[in-house]
Nanobody, 122 residues
Framework: VQLQASGGGLVQAGGSLRLSCVAS????????MGWFRQAPGEEREFVAH????????QYADSMKGRFTISRDSAKNTVDLQMSSLKLEDTAVYYC????????????????WGQGTQVTVSS
């Protein structure tokens, strides 16, 4: 499975940004897709997840109400709509796909996109 993320950029605090991830290859083996992020000097952290077969979603507590993950099964895409962005949301955002394991654990994800930079300015 190959993942291609896009949509990062520079945005002011309080603004919005939409990230997209396109999956290709043997996507039939994927049960869920997630977004993670990593700020400089920090560990990679879970952001959001969506189950591929029914669209059920999960979020990290700090993202609830601000971020929305969605999927388009026909296009094999997963989007992350981010609103009310804060300075601390600045990070490289990665989309990832898993075939099992736990949705919140980065080690459960076998496939990763290249990452896209999100920078929130004051």
């Amino acid at each position: 499975v190959q993942l291609q993320a896009s949509g990062g950029g520079l945005v002011q605090a309080g603004g919005s940004l939409r990230l997209s991830c396109v999956a290709s290859g043997r996507t039939a083996s994927v049960i869920g897709m997630g977004w993670f992020r990593q700020a400089p000097g920090e560990e990679r952290e879970f952001v959001a997840h969506i189950l591929w077969y029914n669209g059920a979603t999960q979020y990290a507590d700090s993202m609830k109400g601000r971020f929305t993950i969605s999927r388009d099964s026909a296009k094999n895409t997963v989007d992350l709509q981010m609103s009310s962005l804060k300075l601390e949301d600045t990070a490289v955002y990665y989309c990832a796909a898993r075939q099992g394991g736990f949705y919140y654990y980065s080690g459960s994800y076998e496939f990763w996109g290249q990452g896209t930079q999100v920078t929130v300015s004051s």
